[in-house]
Structures are given as structure tokens and as C-alpha cells.
């Protein structure tokens, strides 16, 4: 399975990437949604899983991202994470972590979701 993570904060994007990876998940990263839209465009990418962050810089944030990807791939899992967010806001058929998660709630929450 290969995850898609989307973050603005390097530490926390290679911390989510470390993890997965030694989950045994293939992961590809990106560190605004401009990146990860290009990443999703391209067949050759084969993403089962985007997991974005809200709060990123640039024209669109990762609410706007998730949207985004599940109409363009109605298939894929997305899960959004964030400290600062009220989950009323969460696009249709997506899952919500909050910040700080922890190794085992990500893991988890990945693969009930893709289950």
C-alpha cells in the first residue's frame, strides 16, 4: 500500500514517513498540495492512501486537497490531521486524526480505513 503524506513541517512529514516506512508502507511525500496534486495526476504514482495536513502554505490547504482527490479518485483513502481544525469541516469520505497523533493511532487509522 503506498501513502501519499502530505505536510508543510519537514520534521513532521519525515517523522510520518519514517513511520509508515517502518510499517512496511510504500510512501511517497509532498510538502504542500500543489506537490501532492502533481503526485496524484501522474498514473504512474500509484497512491492508496493521502494523508494531508489542514493548515499549509499556498492557494489551498489540505481540506480543499481531500476534496479534491477523492472526486478526481473516488477509490483513494484520505485521512486529514490537524491540532487546530473543528471536524465538522471534513469532506465527505474522509477520516480524521488529530495532532499529535501517535505511531500506532497513524498505522492504525490507515488500515481500518483502507480495510
Known sequence: MRVLVVE???TVRSLAVDVLADAGFDTAEASNAAQALELL???EEDIDVLFTDVRMPGSMDGLE???????K??????????????????????TFIGKPWSAVDLISKIQ???A
Open 8 to 10: 508543510d513541517e519537514p
Open 112 to 114: 481500518r480505513s483502507a
Open 65 to 71: 486537497l481531500a476534496s479534491g482527490a477523492k472526486r
Open 41 to 43: 495526476k501522474n498514473p
Open 73 to 94: 479518485r473516488p477509490q483513494l483513502v484520505v485521512i486529514v490531521t490537524s491540532g487546530w481544525f473543528d471536524r465538522a469541516e471534513l469532506p465527505q469520505g474522509t
